[in-house]
């Protein structure tokens, strides 16, 4: 008994979603759980910080994604062209862009994790709906980077459908990208294109191990 | 200045694309500049920046950081004079010379631990601040990305840079290069992370490129730009 029970409570830790009444949680609070449980994971995580980045990804899979609204950023990024898609492509224009995000995700974790982050205090007043929360990273000799999610509360908790880098929004920064795919080869092709760069990336991650 | 009128008529004569973006008449001339700045990433500052990052101990490289970085606070500091914060600047002030005395020529950024924090401004953002809109996006040789307002500032940065005045030019030119090195080796990380995010990375970097600049006028507390 004695023996087993670090690994029993190791596994149940693993079984356990992560907040498990998250719609009653801060967003602040959860940006700041999140953040720190899962940069301590990466920490203890050899094979993580060995450059596994599969298993890096089924992290955040498990931890961060569930708190992303996948629909909305994709909306978001596509603008007016959102309204040219057809259901089903809309389905999988948010998988494939899903994709996309959590790989660039977990670079940008695999790259930064070992910093100090500073959550900032929430500003918003305690029935608003939608409110930005601010985290900034700091670096040696440098100003700190500043990183705001943008969420929305919704009945399954709190949600990030924005995540500003340095004053950059992510979906903004998709927006004419997007918008010139859509303009120069359509829906379809916009699919295609996301759909072949997260097979480019996919393969580069597989030939570098 | 006849350089100037030379190169503005070239950037005429290049912007002739039909379907553009209307924040980039010059694409034609950027992307051309563009082939050329990732060609010399490509075969010399990047494989340089990575050398010196895999050789160069991560303390080491802080304290190169640490130096550099307090020789630009006085001129960020006049910048934020000249756009009105009077405290920021007092404070840029204060970063440099607790630095450069107690800090060891800057090598360590005690300034930071007692509590003044660290800017990022220039001329570019201060001629925003007073009004200056960021004008064609416009990619230079080996700085990269700017915008004509952005252009200007820099060649005041460039002007009012210290390093300018050291001599013997060997030994300037040393720590400009040691510099470019340092700065480019921290954007490794970034630079790839870019690499994987964009599909097309020309529109993807100039896209970045002018909201960063725009959040930085406003010290990060530009006003929101409404999704429809």
Redesign the interface.
Known sequence: MNRAAPALLALSGLLLPLPAQSADVAPDALVKTVTLEVVALIARDKEIKAGNRAKLISLIDAKVLPHFNFEAMTQLAMGQSWRKAAPEQKRRLVGEFKTLLVRTYASALAAYSDQKFDFRPLRARPNDTDVTVQVRVLQQGAQPVPIDYSMEKTPAGWKVYDVMVGGVSLVANYRTEFNNVVRDSGVEGLIKSLDSKNRSLEAAGAAKK | MRFLAALLFLLAGCASTA?G?PRDPFEGWNRGVYKFNEKFDDVLARPVAETYQDFVPRELR?RV??FF?NLADPFIGVNNLLQGKLSEGVEDWARFFFNTTIGLLGIH?VA?ELGF????EDFGQTFGRWGAGPGPYLILPILGSSNVRDGLGTALDIYADPMGEVRPIDARNSLIVLRGTQVRA?LL??S??LQ?????KY??QR??YL??R???VYD?R?PR?R??
């Open positions: 379907e973006d802080d950081r640490n970085g950024d930071t924090e660290k800017h990022n921290d990380d970034a790839r992370i994987e995010a964009a599909l097309d529109v993807f896209d970045a909201q960063r725009r959040s930085l990060g530009a730009e999704f429809e």
